[in-house]
């Protein structure tokens, strides 16, 4: 059984020897570079986001102005109704007026009133005067009527004219409103951005800082670099040739793809121990808070990160890689630089931060973009390796 196996590590070894895995890292220049272009995308959201608030500013602005002529024209509608209702009245008070003068106008039909009027003249001289002051009464209601007539319709037009403007104003207002929370919308997402692009520049900065300390080029792959010291010190790290499962016992629960950034295990012990792929050293031991969306991308639920994880490095075709062990229940007694080999318990599976149930998920990458791992977040994302390229995990195994 042991040559067996002996014979299975063999032609895993060779096998392993011929993949093609990309471990080189970026220069110092680049990151440099990386520098001055979050800087400039940072200036450039923070001008945006200084037009933006001009713009709701003057937006704001023509509202109040809409809102105060919107105001002014149900002000002059109610206006104009009291007038009409007003006029009304007069109208009715006239024709009232008229009737009786009539009533003594009416030669035709002779009634008695106007006789009596008439003939109660002194001299011919008054009977006249008394029939022109009449005729003269009943013209002027006529006048006045058909002026109050006009006003009524005129105020009737202007009603209507204040109405279509009042609607005018409303819609004018709504459109104003909806580009101004567009326009606050937009705002919002840069704003967002901001933190991250911070994040994205304090981490190249990092970067360069701590590879020119150390010695490496402007223009030297800084993987290549870090390797070169690490051998020529007294803890070079050992390279290692083959890789095994992180787990004794478990099964194969999801795949990598473009949407998920390793492979997830599980296993029907919920706290299974967990070891390492390879002998490497301990780079990071940290709990996750989903900063710029780190582990906590395309989840599709919501969380809030909390993941326990532990990073290992590890010596491998002459540059390093970095292998992941996230959702973590607890760690064992590791410290951070501390040597491990494959057959050290690091931690214990669980289903800690972004997690729907006890697993462990691996990822693994030719940098890390934390503890000067050679790369920020987006960089590392360009730099996953498919963990099936390196270990091997069928659906369901019982030893590593």
């Known amino acids: 059984m042991k040559k067996k196996l002996i014979a299975l590590s063999s ?45 709701v500013a003057e937006i704001e602005k023509k509202i109040k102005d809409y809102e105060n002529q919107i105001e002014e024209a149900k002000n002059r509608i109610v206006t104009l109704q009291n007038e009409i209702e007003e006029s009304n009245q007069k109208i009715a008070e006239k024709s009232e007026e008229s009737k009786k003068i009539i009533e003594y106008y009416q030669i035709a039909n002779g009634e008695n009133a106007y006789l009596e009027y008439a003939f109660g003249a002194t001299s011919i001289t008054d009977m006249i005067y008394r029939m022109s002051v009449v005729e003269q009464l009943t013209e002027y209601n006529d006048k006045i009527m058909k002026e109050l007539e006009q006003l009524i319709e005129q105020n009737k037009k202007d009603q209507k004219e204040l109405q279509e403007k009042q609607e005018s104003l409303v819609t004018l207002s709504e459109e104003a409103e909806a580009e101004k929370k567009k326009i606050q919308a937009d705002s919002a997402s ?167 149930g006890p697993h462990l998920h691996l990822e693994i990458a030719s940098c890390f973009w934390k503890n000067n791992g050679g790369c920020t977040y987006n960089t590392y994302l360009n730099r996953l390796i498919n963990p099936n390229k390196l270990v091997t995990l069928p659906s369901k195994w019982s030893n590593r």
């Open 11 to 55: 032609i895993v070894l060779i096998a392993f020897a011929t993949l093609p895995i990309n471990t080189q890292a970026k220069t110092v220049a680049q990151f440099e570079e990386e520098v001055r272009k979050y800087t400039a995308q940072l200036e450039e959201t923070n001008a945006s986001l200084a037009k933006n608030d001009a713009e």
């Open 190 to 356: 840069l704003r967002d951005t901001v933190p991250s692009i911070k994040t994205q520049i304090s981490e190249a900065q990092a970067m360069v800082k701590y590879y020119k300390g150390l010695g490496c080029g402007a223009n030297e792959d800084i993987q290549a670099c870090q390797y070169r010291i690490s051998q020529n010190s007294s803890s070079s790290l050992p390279s290692v040739g083959f890789f095994v499962r992180p787990m004794q016992k478990g099964y194969l629960v999801r795949g990598f793809s473009s949407s998920h950034n390793g492979y997830d295990l599980s296993s029907s012990n919920k706290t299974e121990p967990v070891y390492p792929i390879a002998d490497g050293v301990i780079h990071a031991i940290y709990t996750d808070d989903c900063t710029g969306g780190r582990w906590c991308q395309n989840m599709g639920y919501s969380c809030n990160g909390n993941a326990k994880i532990v990073v290992v490095k590890h010596n491998y075709n002459g540059g390093y890689i970095y292998s992941s062990y996230v959702h973590l229940s607890s760690y064992a007694n590791i410290r951070v630089g501390q040597f491990v080999t494959k057959d050290t318990i690091i931690a214990y599976m669980g289903t800690s931060g972004c997690s729907t």
